[in-house]
């Protein structure tokens, strides 16, 4: 069973069903389907490998971020703009000085996963991290990695602030089996969004996948695949997040190597 979880858990581009033979998301045709991660959690126990990595290996190049838009149905719900001036990041120390209770943080590093954290005042934040919810300084949650404030990324409606740091707080010390949430993105972002679909088993997958990740490639093209719930989609780009933007293309033009196409996609609004 285990071979099997690895299998149903990690499959590669060339491995997802897509809507059309020959790979191609024309719009007529409609999106590829996403990975269903049944069984599998984002860990983010792979983030401590930077513990003993050196600064260099830590390095972060905001020109390998993978740029996306997330859309339920026609809604969009996250953005992640080409070249974002809101996206800078920052050394922990320096972050300190821009946040507020009840802000949403992302820090981030070559080749690891974007580890999210609810900054809850007095230089503290409350993170999902190996499978517990915990109270930490920021400096110790950011593990040497930059960061930012990443309140704007979804559409969602916030809750007021001091609601946030109650929904972080409340949770401190919850751990295994208690947890409701994959990843850290998911529960921070629960945390200030109050919303069911960040949650493991919040929404119902069967019918047709309302959720849409769009990969922004280049010369204003993009390729499009579908989910049936959030969860499953921030579990997809997540891992497009840690593998880097010049990997996700990589993968895509191994896919459509293998089937004869080329890479290419719908364009893209300006």
């Not at 069984?39 to 930077?50: H, M, R, V, W, Y």
């Not at 309302?210 to 990969?215: A, G």
């Not at 989609?233 to 033009?253: F, S, T």
Request: charged share 30%; proline share 5%; net charge negative.
């Amino acid at each position: 069973m285990g071979n099997q979880v690895d299998k149903l858990s990690h499959l590669s581009y060339a491995e997802v069903p897509t809507a059309d033979p020959n790979g191609l998301d024309a719009e007529d045709d409609g999106p590829r389907i996403g990975v269903s991660y049944i069984f599998s959690t984002d860990d983010d126990e792979l983030e401590d490998n930077g513990d003993a990595a050196s600064d260099e290996d830590k390095r972060y190049d905001p020109r390998n971020e993978v740029d996306c838009a997330v859309f339920h149905r026609d809604e969009c719900v996250y953005e992640k703009p080409l070249g974002g001036a809101d996206l800078d990041t920052h050394p922990p120390e320096n972050l300190l000085n821009t946040c507020k209770p009840g802000d949403l943080l992302e820090f981030v590093a070559a080749g690891q996963y974007p580890h999210w954290a609810v900054y809850v005042g007095d230089f503290q934040v409350v993170h999902l991290h190996r499978a517990e919810v915990k109270n930490t300084f920021l400096a110790e949650a950011s593990q040497g990695r930059r960061g930012r404030v990443v309140n704007h990324l979804y559409k969602f409606k916030a809750l007021g602030p001091d609601v946030v740091v109650q929904n972080a707080m409340e949770q401190v010390g919850a751990k295994d089996r208690e947890l409701s949430w994959r990843n850290s993105e998911c529960f921070a972002a629960w945390c200030r969004f109050g919303r069911r679909e960040f949650k493991t088993g919040g929404e119902i997958r069967i019918g047709k996948q309302p959720y849409r990740l769009k990969v922004l490639l280049a010369d204003k093209q993009q390729h499009v695949l579908e989910f049936q719930s959030l969860e499953d989609l921030i579990m997809e780009k997540r891992r497009n997040d840690q593998i880097g933007r010049a990997a996700v293309l990589q993968e895509l033009a191994t896919h459509f190597n293998r089937l004869g196409g080329e890479v290419r996609g719908q364009p893209h609004p300006q």
